[in-house]
């Protein structure tokens, strides 16, 4: 088989493998990298050899350049040896100008004795701080308030001082500013009308008030730094009042409303004073001290004393007052009693007294005027003709007589209540009572059961309707009236009702109104209730409601 040939080898060209172009490439590339590294490398050594430089020029200065805040050295003769750029610009001079610059030509002439005195003791102090405050003159001439702070540092040419200055120029203003606040505090707390003071961790008072002063007749310069318990010409009554107030101090807790008691000497009657007190921390918090307020209370005490005595004697005359009243009462409701039993029995012979009454008309003057009435009947033939006329006039009078008589016997008492019920003598009532007035009586009712109503209930409701229908009879001008009438298991209510000219019940209350009453007192001896709803125009609507009594076997009438 034949053997192909590659086309170089054909042509008569060396043949390279392709590997060996790609190792030739990357070649290349490694060695433009490392030229390119190698000329990075050159720039850091470069750049960290500048780095070194300026540490190096860095370590050659002091530390104290680069302090945040003002620093000098001197020495034991206040030369000024080394400063720093605070410095410089707190006084507004150059470094260069600062330095082997006596110090004390920095400080005001004033000052000057405090610098000696703060030099003498740094020249005399191994390893103390040394601080003192005075005024140095800046570059513009002004007056800076500073405080030096100085410590001595030893070298091999001897001792120089480390110097800070801090400018205190806002804590002097603070501090004139708390000065003159304090003050006004102080003028505050004199004037509060309420005894206060301050006592410390032991009790021991360190500040008190006018007020207090006043109260106690104490001066300040007596009472403060005394402890409480000491107070001159005072002797404290209260129990627990210290222990109390140790409590206040060592836990925090606040006393509020405690009463105390307390005698002063010079004083005619004891205090009474209500304290109230809270612990309060030292600026500094190196210790607590206790608030305490006064209000005098003696005389609201007395007066509370006084008032309570009142009202145990106001007590005393008030149950007093209720026994006299319940016995009164007793008394009242005893008289109304015997005013009930008596006006039922009036009532009862009222009734009676109707019925006898009634009684007589229908059986004396009633058979009497009917045997006048049949004589004359008799006699008529036997008169002569001229009195004919005179003897029929005569027998209509007598008539009418007998009818007026047998109607004012059941006008005294309905037979028909005793022998048929309460609605059939109310019915029968109405029949006469609209042929007589022509007003029409529109009557409704409940299912009744007359058994258990009692002859007392039912004269009295016949009564009261009866009243209650003449009334509306003279007063109210209508053509009808209503009647309604429903008994319970416990009580018997019954309504009159009309649409006529109505009145004011007020006005009719004043004055006196005998069917009104009437009607009242009927109501009040069984017990009952009433009320009238009326106005001129609007009609008038009459309530009654009286209860059922157990029932009982009455006498007739009653």
Excluded at 106 to 130: G, M, P, T, W, Y
Excluded at 190 to 212: E, G, M, S, W, Y
Excluded at 313 to 330: G, H, N, P, S, V
Aim: with cysteine.
């Amino acid at each position: 088989m034949k053997r192909l040939l590659h086309p170089e080898v054909a042509l008569g060209r060396p043949v390279r493998s392709r590997r060996a172009d790609r190792l030739t490439d990357s070649v290349e590339d490694l060695r433009k990298r490392w030229e390119q590294e190698k000329a990075e490398s050159e720039m850091l050594v470069e750049e960290l050899r500048k780095v070194r430089a300026g540490v190096d020029q860095v370590w050659q200065r002091s530390p104290s350049e680069f302090a945040p805040i003002a620093q000098v050295t001197f020495d034991g003769k206040a030369k000024i040896e080394q400063t720093n750029a605070e410095a410089a610009a707190l006084l507004g001079i150059p470094p260069d100008t600062l330095r082997n610059m006596p110090f004390s030509a920095l400080v005001c002439a004033q000052d000057l004795s405090i610098f000696l005195e703060h030099l003498r003791n740094c020249r005399n102090s191994h390893s103390r701080k040394i601080v003192s405050e005075l005024r140095v003159q800046t570059a513009a001439r002004v007056p800076l308030p500073v405080q030096l702070v100085s410590v001595p540092l030893h070298q091999e040419t001897g001792s120089v001082f480390q110097t800070a200055l801090l400018d205190v120029t806002d804590r002097q203003r603070a501090e004139i500013i708390a000065r003159g606040e304090r003050a006004n505090a102080e003028k505050i707390v004199q004037t509060i009308p309420l005894p206060l003071l301050l006592l410390d961790h032991t009790l021991r008072i360190r500040k008190v008030n006018r007020a207090f002063c006043e109260i106690f007749h104490a001066t300040a310069s007596i009472a403060e730094g005394r402890m409480l318990a000491q107070l001159e010409d005072v002797r404290w009554k209260s129990s627990g009042l210290f222990g109390r107030l140790r409590e206040a101090l060592v836990n925090g807790s606040a006393i509020v409303h405690f009463q105390v008691h307390c005698e002063v000497s010079t004083r005619r009657d004891p205090l009474v004073l209500m304290l109230q007190a809270k612990r309060l921390e030292r600026p500094d918090h190196s210790a607590s001290d206790l608030l305490l307020v006064f209000e005098d209370i003696t005389r609201s005490e007395q007066a509370r004393q006084e008032r309570e005595h009142l009202m145990r004697q106001l007590q005393t005359a008030r149950d007093d007052l209720e026994k006299r009243i319940q016995e009164r009462t007793a008394e009242l409701v005893a008289a109304n009693a015997r005013l009930q039993a008596l006006s039922r029995r009036l009532v009862d012979a009222q009734e009676t007294e109707r019925r006898r009454i009634a009684c007589e008309l229908h059986d004396e003057v009633g058979q009497n005027l009917t045997a006048l009435k049949l004589f004359l009947n008799s006699q008529v033939r036997s008169l002569p003709v001229e009195f004919s006329g005179a003897f029929h006039e005569t027998a209509a009078a007598l008539d009418e007589l007998l009818e007026q008589v047998r109607r004012m016997a059941l006008d005294l008492r309905p037979h028909v209540l005793d022998d048929l019920g309460l609605l059939a003598a109310l019915q029968w009532h109405f029949k006469t009572y609209q042929a007589r007035t022509k007003i029409r009586i529109r009557f409704t009712h409940s299912a009744m059961t007359e058994e258990l109503i009692t002859p007392r209930l039912k004269n009295a409701v016949f009564r009261i309707t009866q009243e209650a229908l003449t009334n509306v009879a003279r007063h109210a001008r209508v053509k009808e009236a209503f009647v309604r009438l429903r008994q319970s298991s416990l009580a018997l209510q019954f309504e009159v009702t009309d649409t006529g000219r109505g009145f004011d019940p007020q006005l009719v209350a004043s004055t006196v109104s005998s069917g009104l009453s009437n009607i009242q007192e009927r109501v009040s001896v069984a017990a009952g209730q009433c009320s009238i709803i009326s106005a001129p125009g609007r009609g008038t609507k009459l309530t009654v409601k009286l209860p059922l009594a157990p029932h009982t076997t009455e006498e007739s009438g009653t």
